[in-house]
């Protein structure tokens, strides 16, 4: 587990260089993680657009999860509150019909653009989803074993923000009130899991969320460029 340092233009340029290099031998998938409020899909649409400026193929994906919402219909029928699902609907049980949905989503709109050959730039991916299903206490033996069933991310960039600093940014959202899935209690549990399995991950960056969005933009470009020109390198 890694730091990104601060970055510079030459480190744009040096991110910008080694994804096309990357891309013009195969396709190249790079999943974005954090807590909820870490910026996941903000940074995911900026980094989309400063490569397809740069002549990039790319695109930005997020998962639909459809058997999942039914999840959500549940709660809302039991409680009033489609998010209130935690711990009345077991975590092994949502968690296990999360990573199903993950893996036919991947199947359907990932995959497509791999074959293709595209940059593919993943709003949260398998990792993210794990980790949550751990921090609520989820029996993970069968959760793995369907995750499992596809490749792991190229490059998965952590999105590091203090669980507090993550919970003000909710806050803040327009139209969005703070969800029952949203606490700091939550937020804290699913931050220390990320980052005890960003530990012992080979292809997890962990990137400082803390301050501006164009701050921590530079971080993953910077991140983007040390790890993909490294594994060029490698015999």
């Not at 695109?59 to 058997?67: F, I, M, Q, T």
Request: with cysteine; glycine share 6%; proline share 3%.
């Amino acid at each position: 587990m890694r730091q990104a340092r601060h970055l510079t233009r030459v480190d744009i340029d040096a991110a910008i260089a080694a994804i096309r290099r990357r891309a013009r031998d195969r396709s190249l998938l790079v999943g974005l993680s954090g807590i909820d409020g870490s910026g996941k899909s903000t940074q995911v649409k900026i980094i989309r657009d400063g490569l397809i400026a740069h002549g990039i193929d790319a695109v930005s994906l997020r998962h639909r999860l459809d058997a999942a919402g039914t999840i959500n219909l549940l709660a809302q029928a039991l409680t009033g509150n489609r998010f209130a699902y935690h711990p009345m609907i077991p975590a092994t049980l949502r968690s296990f019909v999360i990573a199903c949905d993950t893996v036919a989503d991947y199947n359907r709109i990932v995959t497509p653009h791999l074959v293709k050959g595209r940059v593919v730039l993943w709003d949260r991916s398998q990792f993210c989803f794990s980790c949550y299903a751990e921090a609520y206490g989820a029996d993970m033996h069968w959760v793995d074993k369907v995750l499992g069933l596809i490749p792991a991310p190229d490059l998965i960039i952590l999105l590091d923000l203090p669980a507090e600093a993550a919970y003000a940014r909710l806050e803040h959202r327009r139209g969005k009130p703070i969800r029952s899935d949203e606490s700091v209690d939550v937020l804290r549990r699913a931050r220390r899991v990320y980052l005890r399995r960003a530990g012992f991950s080979a292809n997890v960056r962990v990137v400082s969320a803390i301050g501006s969005i164009d701050d921590v933009t530079e971080r993953i470009w910077e991140a983007m460029a040390t790890e993909l020109s490294a594994t060029m390198e490698k015999p």
